[in-house]
């Protein structure tokens, strides 16, 4: 399983370092929606970075993401259990919402696929992420 983080979708969008490999991990999403699974900040994630792009257009971008939506994609909320992973890798110095895809990727025995080199870094004993540029 593995935990897409918002850090790869934003490259989807802006034409940016690795935006090749993660178009490639978007062709894989949509081809095995379901071998794929985010925590419900994901989309809010998106929302937020993208919306501060001058040049991005909205409207495609809200296309997208209400196909992203439903295409299969395993969308996960904030549970007790996935709340107190969350405490736990928190004690990495990584942010809370970096600690969410962390605990998402212990709960569901999958990986975090992030563009994050310092929260991939900083979980480098927990063998929970894998970097975009690492990517198959």
Request: net charge negative.
């Amino acid at each position: 399983m593995v935990i897409l983080d918002a850090s790869i979708a934003v490259k989807w969008f802006v034409d940016e370092n690795e935006s090749d490999l993660a178009i490639s991990v978007l062709e894989e999403l949509l081809y095995s929606p379901k071998d794929f699974a985010v925590p419900e900040l994901f989309f809010y994630e998106i929302h937020s970075v993208l919306h501060k792009i001058p040049e991005i257009d909205v409207h495609h971008i809200t296309q997208f993401t209400d196909r992203l939506q439903v295409s299969g994609l395993r969308r996960f909320p904030m549970t007790p259990e996935l709340w107190g992973l969350t405490q736990f890798f928190l004690k990495y110095g990584i942010s809370s919402y970096d600690a969410s895809y962390a605990a998402l990727a212990r709960f569901l025995s999958g990986h975090w696929l992030t563009a994050d080199l310092k929260a991939h870094k900083s979980l480098k004993k927990e063998k929970i992420s894998t970097l975009l540029s690492d990517w198959k």
